[in-house]
């Protein structure tokens, strides 16, 4: 946060390629006036953030990462 409050937001390199709920999730995310930034409830009421799989499925994703590393 320090670095987005002293540098901006960070511009991504290839937009066109995420969704737009992705990319609204990360402007309400990221944006540089901390009272206009979305507090935690507000994102984990977004709807990119309601279209995630369960954590569950991060196990078996991690351990193929690491067994293929």
Same mark, same amino acid.
């Given at each position: 946060?320090?670095?987005?409050?002293?540098?901006?937001?960070? !511009?991504?390199?290839?937009?066109?390629?995420? /969704?737009?709920?992705?990319?609204?999730?990360?402007?309400?995310?990221?944006?540089?006036?901390?009272?206009?930034?979305?507090?935690?409830?507000?994102?984990?009421?977004?709807?990119?953030?309601? !279209? /995630?799989?369960?954590? /569950?499925?991060?196990?078996?994703?991690? !351990? !193929?990462?690491?067994?293929?590393?």
């Amino acid at each position: 946060m320090y670095l987005i409050a002293t540098n901006g937001t960070p !511009k991504l390199k290839h937009p066109e390629k995420i /969704s737009p709920e992705l990319r609204d999730f990360l402007v309400r995310c990221l944006d540089v006036d901390v009272e206009k930034r979305a507090t935690m409830a507000d994102l984990l009421a977004h709807p990119w953030f309601k !279209k /995630s799989a369960p954590l /569950s499925t991060l196990y078996p994703l991690i !351990k !193929k990462a690491r067994d293929n590393a």
